[in-house]
T-cell receptor, first 112, second 114 residues
Framework: DQQVKQNSPSLSVQEGRISILNCDYTNSMFDYFLWYKKYPAEGPTFLISISSIKDKNEDGRFTVFLNKSAKHLSLHIVPSQPGDSAVYFCAASDTGGFKTIFGAGTRLFVKA | GAGVSQSPSNKVTEKGKDVELRCDPISGHTALYWYRQSLGQGLEFLIYFQGNSAPDKSGLPSDRFSAERTGGSVSTLTIQRTQQEDSAVYLC????????????FGPGTRLTVT
């Protein structure tokens, strides 16, 4: 039972363009959503998050959008840079935020 | 300050042997998590500890898996009678208790069962 789904295993984008990574969830009890970035042979690092009371959160080149009615969130990276090439995990948690469910990840390639 | 550390970084073991994986969380973090990432898969939740509360073990795949957290700090994940399907990267993370949504991950332990 995949409660958090990232249906695109990989995405390739040209440097300077926008990268859009998508995530869907099924559990309506989730109220906090996070994106993590992972380089090979390293642990994931936190990137950006959004609470269910918001529909947008922005941090520099990174923006997360949340559509609660569609149970869908997306991460926008603008402009994309080669250093953004990594695996991006979408994650969700319910009230309390301790048990977090991760998606399978999307591998982003940013071509110079 | 120091981040989350895990040891060993790599472990190769024979099928049927027991293994212990260690995690040192960030000082002051009261929540500690274990995840597993099999080849080509996402992060699979295994267990978390929060302060002195009973751990949430709902993600442990079988009774061969167990974990302890001593003194509210260091944690050990033990896998008994290892099987080849246990081969994966085991990741540990920690976070603050309050508003502790952001987790800080260690580099992981790559376990290979031959």
């Amino acid at each position: 039972d995949q409660q958090v789904k990232q249906n695109s295993p990989s995405l390739s984008v040209q440097e300077g363009r926008i990268s859009i990574l998508n995530c869907d969830y099924t559990n309506s009890m989730f109220d906090y959503f996070l994106w993590y970035k992972k380089y090979p042979a390293e642990g994931p690092t936190f990137l950006i998050s959004i609470s269910s009371i918001k529909d947008k959160n922005e941090d520099g080149r990174f923006t997360v959008f949340l559509n609660k009615s569609a149970k869908h969130l997306s991460l926008h990276i603008v402009p994309s840079q080669p250093g953004d090439s990594a695996v991006y995990f979408c994650a969700a948690s319910d009230t309390g935020g301790f048990k977090t469910i991760f998606g399978a990840g999307t591998r982003l390639f940013v071509k110079a | 300050g120091a981040g989350v550390s895990q040891s060993p970084s790599n472990k190769v073991t024979e099928k049927g042997k027991d293994v212990e994986l260690r995690c040192d969380p960030i000082s002051g973090h009261t929540a500690l998590y274990w995840y597993r990432q099999s080849l080509g898969q996402g992060l699979e939740f295994l267990i978390y500890f929060q302060g002195n509360s009973a751990p949430d073990k709902s993600g442990l795949p079988s009774d061969r898996f167990s974990a302890e957290r001593t003194g509210g700090s260091v944690s050990t994940l033990t896998i008994q009678r290892t099987q080849q399907e246990d081969s994966a990267v085991y990741l540990c993370a920690s976070s603050f208790a309050s508003g502790g949504y952001e987790q800080y991950f260690g580099p992981g332990t790559r376990l290979t069962v031959t």
